[in-house]
């Protein structure tokens, strides 16, 4: 089977790279492959564990440990992972060897998410210089390379200079106007149960008026991990790529961004996510909410 990222391998700027790309790099002295896994647990109550228990014992040879709670505003409830100022995530980048010449690739053990979100966040600060490996941790250890349990991390490096784009990230009152554009399509990343309203996650049930739902998990090819080629995607997409703006969310912009990335490697222009996600929109009983399709 074909995935998504097999014309893109070797090439800066792309978001996905494969498994066979980065091992033959892992010496290059630009490189930094960083970890960002996440466990979450959201019923009974949310529940949020960092993957760096599994990192020490087995990683990408080099990789160092992202841990997205540090990564996102320290002000805020870990649980929400909202973007943090452009000086705090850079020099959190740089603690973590990420500096404006290195390259870098994300990768999880969680449905290439997480990845995603540190992919959608350096791309939102400025830092174009960064894929996500397709298939995360899975797809490296089926490719059969090489894996690591010493503690690893890279020298801290001058941090970038952000520059952030707030077009690629709309807030309460910008998705409020959403709801009621024709111009702008909203794509919920849940489960369908949670999107349908058969499960309530965020406190109420149902999605955010209008949206369409494309799992973060149906854009992935079930036996790899993998995101599904391109022809695949665009299928899962259909009408929505029609739209001159696409909005993803879900509860608190992680699986947004595993859509997000696909819209983008899909080669659509215009697509934002909805940072705050249904941790915000349910916590204001005034916004309306649909159940069903």
């Given at each position: ?35 960002a ?27 160092a ?5 540090k ?58 210089n ?5 298939g ?5 250890q089926?490719?059969?390379h ?20 707030p ?69 899962r ?53 649909e159940?069903?399709?």
């Amino acid at each position: 089977m074909a995935h998504a990222a097999e014309d893109d391998m070797g090439s800066q700027h792309k978001p996905l790279v494969e498994s066979d790309w980065l091992a033959s790099r892992l010496g290059d002295p630009d490189l930094r492959v960083l970890d960002a896994t996440i466990h979450v647990r959201t019923l009974p109550f949310p529940f949020i564990r960092s993957g760096k228990r599994e990192w020490k014992r087995s990683h990408i040879p080099g990789a160092a440990f992202a841990d997205l709670r540090k990564l996102s505003e320290p002000t805020k409830r870990s649980y929400t992972f909202t973007l943090p100022s452009a000086s705090h995530f850079a020099e959190e980048m740089a603690r973590l060897g990420v500096g404006a010449d290195s390259r870098v690739v994300v990768y999880d053990s969680r449905h290439n998410m997480w990845a995603a979100r540190l992919w959608w966040m350096l791309r939102y600060f400025g830092f174009d210089n960064a894929s996500v490996l397709n298939g995360g941790w899975a797809a490296w250890q089926k490719g059969g390379h090489p894996e690591c349990s010493k503690s690893c991390a890279y020298p801290p490096a001058k941090p970038f200079s952000p520059q952030p784009r707030p077009e690629l990230v709309v807030g309460k009152q910008e998705m409020i106007a959403a709801t009621e554009c024709s111009r702008t399509c909203i794509v919920s990343a849940l489960g369908r149960r949670q999107h349908r309203g058969e499960r309530n996650e965020y406190r109420r049930r149902g999605h955010i008026p209008g949206a369409r739902n494309v799992t973060a998990w149906e854009i992935l090819d079930r036996d790899t991990l993998q995101y599904r080629s391109k022809a695949e995607l665009l299928d899962r997409f259909g009408t929505i790529l029609d739209a001159e703006r696409i909005i993803t969310y879900c509860g608190s912009g992680i699986a947004a961004s595993s859509d997000a990335l696909a819209l983008h490697h899909l080669g659509h222009s215009n697509v934002a996510i909805y940072d705050g996600g249904l941790v915000e929109w349910n916590a204001d009983r005034t916004l309306p909410l649909e159940l069903g399709e």
